[in-house]
């Protein structure tokens, strides 16, 4: 019995050793799987720090974005209004100048009338110049006869009271 003892002592011994063995094989696997999870833990822990600096810096960009956008959408509404503006002024002044076409078309025609009114104005004018310088010539050729008769009227009669005068 004693001999059985020590061989179940030994067996015992041996397998707490298989057993320690066995156990630190598994501790060491585990602790060598946390170093590695550790590791991995480090890694996805600096891929987060780096993704929220990157979300940081898209942020930061989207707000840029999002201010320039709203600074470009202003300054298409004023472009846009300006067009519009533009575009009501050269349709008044389009307006506007055909209004002045037609008034020229109007005035020119007014004159070109007036113009014909003035021509036959002074055909007219000269025509009766023309017979006043007629009329003007036969009055003073009238004149002149009747001057001639009066001092041939005059004439006889001094010679016929001469001759009755004794």
Known sequence: MNRALQYFNLFGMLALAALCVVQWQHDRRLNLQTIQLEKTRQAQQQKISE??????????????????FKAEHQDLEDTKRKLREGENTVASLTAERNQLNESITNWTAAVAQRDALMKEANRRIEGLSTQLNASIEKYNELATNYDNVVKDLNQARSKSTAANSP
Not at 53 to 60: I, L, P, W, Y
């Open 51 to 68: 993704q929220e600096e990157t979300v940081r810096g898209v942020s930061a960009d989207l707000a840029d974005f999002k201010q320039r």
